[in-house]
């Protein structure tokens, strides 16, 4: 299934390091700076590209959302680096990721997933997921549990990003799904760039709205309906069950848009008066917080916890 992985080093200038905002305050060691670049075959034969950077016993693993790559997240691969092996990669069909395949089910994702992780031969790992990429880690933890067994499995935590136990209503019927996704066919750029220009509030930096809208309303229309429809089903078929499953290794951050919403599940911290999109737009918040998550789910100390109650009452 895996083909041997193309190995690629590059030395990264410390000015080049992030894409959409810097993380003020961090003073980056010579490991941390370098990244290895890999190819590997997923199970339907697409070649899925990833990156690792770091070092650790704890591999973290970050996994884009729909139409996005792996350079959104940027900001935190060179965050989390200093102290975690850290992997970001594309899934199919998006970045520099090939694809094989027609119906972009949220399982193939978490398919490119393990074949990464295998791959990398991370042992223990925590899977943070933005948007789509909240199910596709949850699938990807349902995969390398059936190859082994929940004790045994290297997943030891998953934290999702804007994507469980939110506002937003998904349609949920096979009618719904259909009428919903009816738009994006018919003109997928138009539908999805105002989707996506609606996800963020007033305060969003405009350049920063624009580069995030362009990137994701420039990606290949089938895969992109493809995608939204199949992330639309497992919402309806799967959510329930795999978040009861998952619930004892799942956490959550979301956004809280006007600054007064209220947590909806007790796993749940928001940062608030963001969009959507929080690790790009409020970085240095989301890193923080993500980091109290993770040093919770591995028992990794750090030097400042971030309380959940403080971020949500704040």
């Not at 080093?9 to 990244?35: E, P």
């Not at 004892?248 to 909806?264: C, D, F, M, V």
Request: charged share 25%.
């Amino acid at each position: 299934m895996v083909t041997k992985m193309r190995w690629k080093y590059t030395s990264l200038l410390l000015s080049s390091l992030l894409l959409f905002s810097g993380v003020s305050g961090c003073s980056l060691d010579f490991s941390a700076s370098q990244k290895k670049v890999g190819q590997v075959e997923s199970i339907d034969k697409s070649s899925i590209e990833y990156v690792v950077k770091g070092k650790g016993d704890t591999t973290i693993v970050f996994v884009h959302c729909w139409t996005c790559n792996r350079t959104f997240w940027d900001a935190q691969v060179n965050y989390f680096a200093q102290k975690y092996q850290v992997i970001s990669l594309d899934l199919a069909g998006h970045g520099k990721s090939t694809s094989k395949r027609e119906d972009y089910t949220i399982s193939a994702f978490g398919q490119d997933v393990v074949s990464v992780i295998e791959d990398v031969g991370a042992k223990q790992v925590i899977l943070v997921g933005h948007s789509m990429g909240g199910p596709v880690a949850i699938e990807a933890a349902k995969i390398l549990e059936n190859k082994t067994s929940t004790n045994n499995s290297p997943v030891i935590g998953i934290v999702g990003v804007d994507t469980f136990y939110t506002s937003f209503q998904y349609p949920k019927t096979t009618e719904e799904i259909a009428n919903f996704t009816k738009s994006f066919e018919n003109n997928f750029q138009k539908t999805s760039d105002n989707l996506i220009r609606s996800m963020f509030t007033k305060e969003a930096d405009p350049k920063l709205v624009d580069s995030i809208a362009n990137t994701m309303t420039n990606a290949e229309p089938k895969m992109a309906v493809s995608a939204i429809s199949q992330i639309l089903v497992w919402k309806a078929e799967k959510e329930t069950a795999d978040l009861q499953k998952f619930s004892n290794r799942l956490r959550n951050i979301n956004a809280a848009p006007t600054g007064q919403e209220k947590p909806l599940h007790e796993s749940v911290v928001l940062v608030k008066n963001v969009g959507h999109f929080l690790p790009q737009v409020k970085p240095e918040e989301f890193n923080q917080i993500l980091d109290s998550v993770i040093a919770d789910l591995s028992r990794k100390p750090i030097a400042k916890r971030v309380k959940v109650a403080d971020r949500i009452n704040d």
